[in-house]
């Protein structure tokens, strides 16, 4: 009874979490890319999250000092712990040690939510560790050594952790009322292969430690002692220890997970994989369950590329809308006449007391900000690390290079500059934005343009790097301090031109597409009428099909007689 009592709030916590927790994070391991580097995404989407690029410099604390921790999504303060004596710089989700972390919003049992008393959230984690933490491992244990001694006030989480040798996929809820901490499972994901996770959690079995070694080379997966003794203490699990699934048991999945969640990894996989279409049906939310209540016909937890990706490749896998599936929102009626691939919330509707469903892909209007962050492991800690930032809908927005040994941050991109209820002209938030919803209006034509300018400035800025990287290598074998700065002004010029070369395509776009027309132009230039005022403008109005299915719903209302 006690199950099924925790599975009824878990399925309306889906639901609500759906509609609210939306984020994505796919990982790279360095066998899988094109040039050994390590990689990992997060897109931080949220209909109320700013998109703006965080900054902590590296500080020294005296003994005694505190740490004021504040609930990541609503600024609520939390408590005090103590601080560590040295903390490490930390650009975004970026530590200079090349360590970054993402995380994905899962919920779980709705019972083991909201820690009372907790300390931790699982914003707070995330930046904890990557000022706490020179390697993966070592961020793992920070984790969760912090959420065992003060408490787990979140939800479940998926957290991706990567170094510039490894990459570590982490599932984790809390414990609920009466016991403080939370339970979680930590995996290696293999060299060579790439994982994804987007809402849900993903670990299922797993080689359960005995004892937990972060110095070690070689353990592969790490595990709190009790995550399945206390499972079977809330009656959640009664089989073999062997046959224990953490993600069936903590976060059970249903349509919901599978169409809403598992969709964006199934997304991501069978771009790179082109096995994966026999997993369809489950991507679309046919779940198929076992006596144990347990999914049968999951995907793997990570697959093998069938060619190794770049970090331009991984930029794009950001930008997906199921093109290309049948479940293409570009396709649809709902996509109008221009192929319009977002439906305005809420993710699900009824008619006729029949529900129905929006697709939830992993490119989406509601992005506060994205971003690629690349380690490599054969250059210093400050150089090797590229945090590859963009702000709002990732498909029209450009991933431009931070390096992770900045010391300040572009003003476009800081914090305070705009938020959610103040519109700031230099903001690149807000200049993002403009782009984007002007495209919404007329999607397949005007993203043309932005693609073009999309690609352009990323191929640049990836074209940059080796000599970008050659330099300041140079410096810093010398001074490092002054190669610091020069990765610095670098990052700063290219974080602020960026902002600015897209201002200025946004007038362009204005211009161009005004009113439903489109202004004939080459190469960027409108062309004249031989008289200096603006040549005749294109009037292509609709696609065929839309006519066709104006015709058929409204007959002969619109037919000229004559």
């Not at 414990?175 to 060299?191: E, I, N, S, T, Y």
């Not at 691939?341 to 992993?362: F, H, I, M, S």
Request: aromatic letters at 14%; glycine letters at 8%.
């Amino acid at each position: 009874m006690k199950k099924i009592f925790y599975l009824i709030f878990f399925t309306f916590s889906l639901l609500m979490n759906s509609e609210l927790n939306a984020c994505t994070n796919f990982l790279i391991t360095k066998g899988a890319s094109t040039d050994g580097s390590t990689m990992i995404t997060y897109a931080a989407d949220s209909h109320t999250l700013f998109g703006e690029l965080y900054f902590t410099p590296a500080a020294d604390y005296s003994e005694g000092a505190m740490y004021d921790v504040y609930e990541w999504d609503t600024g609520k303060f939390l408590g005090k712990i103590p601080q560590v004596s040295h903390t490490y710089s930390v650009v975004g989700n970026m530590n200079e040690y090349q360590v970054a972390v993402g995380e994905t919003t899962y919920g779980g049992i709705k019972q083991l939510h909201h820690q009372p008393n907790a300390l931790i959230d699982y914003g707070s984690l995330m930046y904890l560790a990557l000022q706490r933490a020179k390697t993966a491992r070592e961020a793992i244990k920070v984790m969760t050594e912090l959420v065992a001694e003060f408490g787990y006030y979140s939800e479940g989480e998926s957290f991706s952790i990567s170094d510039p040798n490894e990459v570590w996929v982490v599932d984790m809820i809390g414990k609920g009322d009466g016991q403080k901490g939370a339970v979680w499972v930590a995996r290696l994901v293999p060299d060579g292969y790439v994982c994804a996770h987007a809402n849900q959690a993903r670990i299922t079995t797993f080689p359960f430690q005995k004892v937990n070694d972060f110095t070690s080379k070689t353990q592969n997966t790490y595990n709190s002692a009790d995550v399945i003794s206390f499972a079977r203490g809330k009656e959640l699990f009664k089989g073999k220890d062997k046959d224990f699934s953490f993600s069936d048991t903590y976060a059970p999945v249903d349509f919901g997970a599978a169409r809403f969640c598992e969709i964006r990894v199934w997304a991501m996989f069978r771009a790179v994989n082109s096995k994966m279409d026999k997993y369809f049906d489950y991507a679309k939310g046919i779940v198929k369950k076992g006596k144990n209540g347990y999914a049968t016909n999951r995907m793997p937890l990570w697959i093998k590329p069938d060619k190794k990706v770049s970090v331009h490749d991984v930029m794009n896998l950001m930008r997906d809308h199921l093109e290309g599936s049948e479940l293409d929102m570009t396709k649809d009626i709902g996509a109008g006449p221009y192929g319009l691939p977002y439906r305005w919330r809420g993710l699900t509707w009824k008619v006729d007391d029949v529900q129905y469903c929006n697709e939830r892909a992993t490119a989406t209007q509601q992005t506060g900000f994205s971003f690629v962050a690349q380690s490599r492991s054969w250059l210093p800690n400050p150089i090797g690390g590229i945090f590859w930032f963009s702000v709002d809908d990732a498909a029209s927005s450009v991933y431009t290079p931070m390096y992770c040994g900045m010391t300040r941050i572009p003003e476009t991109y800081a914090v305070g500059n705009g938020n959610m209820l103040k519109f700031s002209e230099n903001s690149a938030f807000w200049v993002f934005n403009q782009v984007a919803n002007f495209a919404y209006l007329k999607y397949n034509v005007i993203m043309k343009d932005v693609r073009k300018k999309q690609n352009l400035l990323e191929t640049k800025y990836i074209a940059y790097t080796p000599a970008i990287d050659k330099a300041a290598v140079e410096l810093y074998n010398s001074n490092k301090e002054l190669a610091c700065e020069f990765i610095t002004d670098y990052s700063v010029t290219q974080g602020n031109n960026t902002v600015k070369e897209w201002k200025e395509f946004y007038q362009f776009l204005f211009l161009k597409y005004k009113d439903g027309n489109e202004m004939k132009e080459e190469n960027g230039v409108f062309k004249t009428n031989g008289s200096g005022q603006a040549a005749g403008p294109n009037q292509p109005g609709y696609p065929e099909w839309w006519y066709r299915e104006i015709i058929k719903q409204t007959g002969d209302q619109f037919k000229v007689i004559e």
